[in-house]
């Protein structure tokens, strides 16, 4: 696969004590609980974000980059201190 594409992603929800249901105001369908943080692209130890579109469909972020790296994500798109997605 060598031609990139706009990729889509499934945020990732995380549950917080002090969450709730304010992330529907922007048109997200979060999960039952106190949703507290919607993490829209992760590439994180303790959360990635799955591409919901084309070719890459189903594979985290963190896959992305190990298989694309700087190919699809340029020189700034991957972390020269750990290798993960710098955002």
């Known amino acids: 696969m060598s031609t990139p594409y706009p990729l889509q992603f499934q945020p990732e929800f995380k ?3 002090w969450g709730g249901r304010a992330l529907e105001q922007f048109g997200l369908t979060p999960p039952e609980g106190h949703i507290g943080e919607g ?3 992760a590439d994180h130890p303790n959360g ?4 919901l579109n084309g070719a890459l469909a189903g594979k985290g972020l963190d896959e992305v980059r190990e298989q694309l ?3 699809w994500l340029g020189t700034k798109g991957v972390s020269e201190k750990g290798g993960r997605f710098p955002f």
């Open 48 to 51: 990635t974000t799955k591409v």
């Open 39 to 41: 993490w829209m692209i």
């Open 15 to 17: 549950e917080r004590v």
């Open 69 to 71: 790296g700087t190919e």
